[in-house]
């Protein structure tokens, strides 16, 4: 949606604005309603403010930051996530600025850091720092997931351009594919399972075959 866009500070300015709209709003909701709790818990005498649910831990979760550090997993806990998203998003866009129309090897530049990063730290013991590193390399699995999407957004546009096709029944090995690497991730390396559900995506979104016949029937469309 904003890769013609980001090509200037106003066009980057915008962007942010709208992304931070797109995920802020309601993870301050529910950040809010976690709040409560933990006021009602206090006000009946039981044990609030403490562990994950610390004021520590509120301040990161405000600035949705929680997800770089040991707190990553507290109050709203699935919003370690939007923490993650929300800074792939904005650093996604200060590339698209920074690198202009030649974005795409400012993304494989990026891929190819993050492939650094995990040949150094999966090879390396840092002591008591370990759990910290644990979730550097959770988050780096996120964003090499994010980076690696705009260039499966960009070969797909690519495939349209050039009148190319999947042949069909592909749809079925794309869900074979994702079976496969649910059950089997974690005996591939952190890069494989982004890398393989970006082709699945690829190949879903040539809506060719038996998965995608049943999925435009009227009632599922409905």
């Known amino acids: 949606a904003y890769g013609q866009k980001v090509r200037t500070a106003g066009g980057l300015g915008a962007y942010v604005v709208r992304r931070i709209g797109r995920l802020y709003p309601l993870h301050l ?3 809010l309603v976690w ?8 006000r009946s005498g039981q044990p609030a403010f403490r562990g994950p649910t610390s004021w520590g831990a509120f301040i990161q979760n405000l600035f949705l930051v929680q997800a770089f550090g040991p ?3 507290s109050w709203n806990y699935p919003a370690w996530s939007i923490s993650v998203e929300l800074w792939a998003n904005l650093a996604a866009g200060c590339l698209l600025l920074a690198f202009g129309r030649f974005w795409r090897w400012g993304v494989a530049a990026a891929l190819a850091l993050l492939l650094g990063f995990w040949a150094v730290v ?15 390399i959770n988050d780096a699995d996120y964003v090499f997931g994010f980076f690696a999407g705009m260039l499966a957004h960009e070969a797909h546009l690519a495939l349209k351009r050039w009148g190319l096709r999947w042949p069909w029944g592909f749809d079925l090995i794309a869900v074979a594919a994702t079976v496969f690497m649910f059950r089997y991730a974690a005996d591939f390396p952190y890069f494989a399972k982004p890398l393989a559900f970006c082709a699945v995506v690829l190949i879903l979104a040539g809506e060719r075959g038996p998965v995608a016949w049943v999925l435009k ?6």
């Open 35 to 42: 709040l409560g709790i933990e006021v009602a818990k206090l």
């Open 122 to 136: 999966l090879n390396v013991s840092f002591g008591p720092g370990q759990g910290e590193i644990d979730i550097l």
């Open 29 to 31: 909701v529910l950040l």
């Open 71 to 73: 707190d990553s997993i």
């Open 217 to 222: 029937r009227g009632p599922l469309l409905r």
